[in-house]
Structure formats: structure tokens, C-alpha cells
């Protein structure tokens, strides 16, 4: 992408992207093993900053094909991802039913659907399921606009919704899914509803 059409956010995530691409592939290798020593055993917030920065090494560390090269020893309660034998860290998102658990190295699905425990399943659809015609009042068309009085209030009120169930993933279901994975990472903002994540309380 020409650097003219990058958004701000995207140039000074470039920025802070900087110090990774200093380090060689021992040290990157040496840092990420390290801190997912660091993140096992807890639900993370998205947002959280050592959670953005994890991010940004695993995104280069993919391109340069660390895990593969095995420079460094992950902790041994992650088991390798299918989708690119990484360490599984994976995120729990709106669209889980449908694009399951996402790795957070490669951002393919780490687990699908499927195959995320039974005890779960029906607990995870049906949040999403309550989540989606929230989230889609965002996007409906001008047709679904014109069939409620103040559009504006629709969306403030579908925001409010999904501020109570990022809430609940984060309190309630990324708990309940550290039972099976060693970490797992929730998201705790909607863009389009313009839902940050200082607005998620647990």
C-alpha cells in the first residue's frame, strides 16, 4: 500500500513496528517465547498494549517464518496452530461462529468452530447470534434506516448493547475458553459502532 494512502493509525503502528524489525530472528524469537510465558493463563483484552505489541512481532516473525525455523522454544502449554504451526494464541471475535477462533501470528482461524469443545459451542453461538443485528445497525441501508424515527438513537442504543456483550466476552466466555487454550485474547471495541475499548468495563 503507498505510504500517501495509509490511514494515521496505520503509520504510527508502522512506526512502533520499527522495533521488531531491528531485532534478528534469535532475539524476536527469544522476546515472543518469552512473553508468552508472560500472557499463559489469562484472557487479554485486544487492546492491551503488551497484547499490540505481541501483535506486531507475530506479524513479522510470520513473514520471516520464525516458528518454523524453531530458534526458540515455546512454553509448552501452547500447542502449534494448524493454520501456520505457530503458537496457538488465539482471539475471540463477533463472527466466532463463523470464522472460529484467529490467530493472532498468521490471522487465519486457529480453531474452527467445530472444534472448540461442546461444553462451549452453544454458549459462544448464542452470544453471537444476540451480537450480530447489533453490530448491523451499523450497516443497514437506507431502506432499514428509514424504517426507524431517529437513526442516530438506534445506533447509540445498538452501542450500548454491544458495550454490555464485549462485556460479557470478556468477563464470562474468554474465561470459559482458558480451560482449553493457555491464553486467549477477546476483542473489546466495535469500529463500526464506534464502540472503543475504554468503554468496555468488566
Given at each position: ?69 524453531r530458534l ?98 470478556g468477563a ?11 491464553a486467549i ?18
Amino acid at each position: 500500500m503507498p505510504k500517501d494512502s495509509e490511514s494515521p493509525i496505520d503509520r504510527l503502528w508502522l512506526e512502533y513496528s520499527l522495533v521488531f524489525k531491528n531485532f534478528d530472528d534469535h532475539t524476536l524469537a527469544r522476546w515472543m517465547a518469552q512473553t508468552l510465558g508472560q500472557l499463559e493463563g489469562s484472557a487479554w483484552r485486544m487492546s492491551h498494549p503488551l497484547l499490540g505489541a505481541y501483535r506486531l512481532a507475530a506479524q513479522l516473525a510470520h513473514d520471516r517464518q520464525i516458528w518454523l525455523k524453531r530458534l526458540a522454544t515455546a512454553p509448552s502449554a501452547y500447542p502449534e496452530s494448524p493454520c501456520c504451526r505457530a503458537p496457538m494464541l488465539a482471539l475471540l471475535t463477533r463472527d466466532v461462529v463463523e470464522s472460529g477462533l484467529i490467530c493472532q501470528h498468521c490471522t487465519g482461524t486457529a480453531v474452527a468452530f467445530e472444534d472448540i469443545p461442546d461444553a462451549l459451542q452453544s454458549e459462544l453461538r448464542k452470544w453471537a447470534e444476540e451480537y450480530a443485528p447489533v453490530h448491523a445497525v451499523s450497516h443497514w441501508d437506507e431502506r432499514e434506516r428509514k424504517n426507524v424515527r431517529d437513526f442516530e438513537d438506534a445506533c447509540e442504543n445498538a452501542a450500548l448493547h454491544a458495550e454490555k456483550l464485549l462485556s460479557r466476552a470478556g468477563a464470562e466466555l474468554a474465561p470459559k475458553l482458558l480451560e482449553y487454550y493457555p491464553a486467549i485474547v477477546w476483542e473489546d471495541q466495535d469500529e463500526c459502532l464506534e464502540v472503543r475499548p475504554e468503554d468496555i468495563e468488566l
